[in-house]
């Protein structure tokens, strides 16, 4: 018996152990409830006040810098749109040069036309078969605008300042407060005067009110665009500022520059053609009908047009547009800075932030997502050099045709098929995503600019040989 009490006894010590333990752990455990409550509180009252009011912001403050005080997190990511990362089609790699005193730059984007010396052949007789050299993040814009070599090339007026930079104050002090008058203003100047009257690439007031952070549309050219387009779709008197729904805001603000435009009269106002709808041979049928021309080639002599940066209007004939996609869903996703959910002031390539651009939508990996990307942009590129190759073969032809002595009526079909050639063609170079915005229309617009070139050749041959060739 007092064998058994013995082998019993050492158990007490151990009951206790236990039951300390589970005291510890439990008050451990209630610790990190009342710590992980603390946090979701603290959060929660984070999300409440997604920013908080360190200075008084006002219609008449474009300095990024002092927006960024309220909002440091967009400001942070908005400084590095001086990033210069290469996607495989895009983006720019730095290149450095010398300084001077007529450009101060030390480095630039690559030279699209050493990529590609059949550029300088398309755009012969104008500015850009000067100077022409990959796109870079916002923060360059409104250097490389100054300081590209076409202003040495021609006397470019205001309207080019539309694009490149902060205009809003700029456009109220001209106008007494009347944009659309400053606008109207800012236009007729030579260039070297109007770039005198801004400071900033794009700034936040450019797209925000600062009174209640909401997007709205600055740039009377758009504002202009879109009455006419809608206008063109039956509906009337469209106010983006009114109508539109958050979502096409989203797209509107990045399209008040990302878009084709030419400048119209002698004061040179900023027109968006899209008086009979946003696709190619609309605009081109704007053009033709209003007799306008950017140049005249100066190897062949044809009124050549100039395609720009045509975004906006690619973008809107694609799956994503019709998807109820933005340009700010992929360009400047949403991402979580603690409790807050802010949309990535980057602004960059959807393959560079595949996984807040792409993924939340996408359920593949980043590297199928970047080769879906790439193979569009593979198929577009290729036609595009097919195209290239046409419109330089039109070139050519219509060059001998001039050399043997064809009338200018003899030549005027081929001069009207090499407009329309290179119109098409630049639609697609000059539009910054390689086809991705809307695959299946860049491959139409590329196919019927290589069938106008074909076309253009054909209308050089004489009946004789036209015959010939058949046999």
Known sequence: MSNQINNEQPKKPKIATLIALISVASAIIAVGIVALLVNIFEHKQEAKNPFFKVVELNDTIEDTSVWGKNFPHQYDAYL????????????????????????????????????????????????????????????????????????R????????????????IAYKKLGNDDITKGFEKLNSMPYTEARKLVSHPVSCIDCHDPSTMQLRITRP????GLRAFKSSQGVQNYDVNKMATRQEMRVYVCAQCHVEYYFKGQDKQLVYPWQKGIKVENIVAYY???????????ETGAPCLKAQH?????????????????????????????????????????????????????RWSENELKARVENIQDKTFQLRNIAMDALIDLIKDIKTAKASGKSETELAKALDFQRKAQFYLDF????????????????????????????????????????????
């Open 80 to 151: 590095k749109t001086v990033d210069q990362v290469r996607t495989k089609y895009g983006g720019s790699e730095a290149v450095p040069r010398t300084p001077s005193n007529v450009d101060p730059r030390s480095v630039v984007a690559q030279s699209r036309l050493e990529e590609d010396p059949r550029l300088k052949t398309m755009w012969a007789g104008y500015a850009f078969a000067v100077d022409f050299r990959e796109e870079r993040g916002h923060a360059y814009m409104l250097d490389d605008q100054t300081f590209t070599e076409r202003q």
């Open 428 to 471: 697609i170079e000059a539009e910054n995503s390689t086809g991705f915005h809307a695959s299946q229309e860049a491959a139409r617009i590329l196919a019927e600019s290589i069938n106008f070139s074909r076309l253009g050749q054909a209308s050089l041959k004489t009946p004789q040989a036209i015959l010939a060739t058949n046999k």
């Open 153 to 168: 090339i021609v006397k470019q007026p205001g309207t080019c300042i539309n694009c490149h930079a902060s205009t809003y």
């Open 221 to 224: 050219a758009l504002i202009e």
């Open 310 to 362: 045509p975004e906006f209007e690619l973008f809107s004939q694609g799956i994503h547009a019709r998807s109820g996609v933005a340009c700010a869903d992929c360009h400047m996703p949403y991402k979580r800075v603690g409790a807050v959910k802010i949309s990535d002031h980057q602004v960059r390539s959807p393959v560079l932030n595949i996984s807040h651009a792409c993924q939340t939508c996408h």
């Open 288 to 298: 033709d009908e209003a007799g306008f021309k950017d140049w005249s080639h100066s």
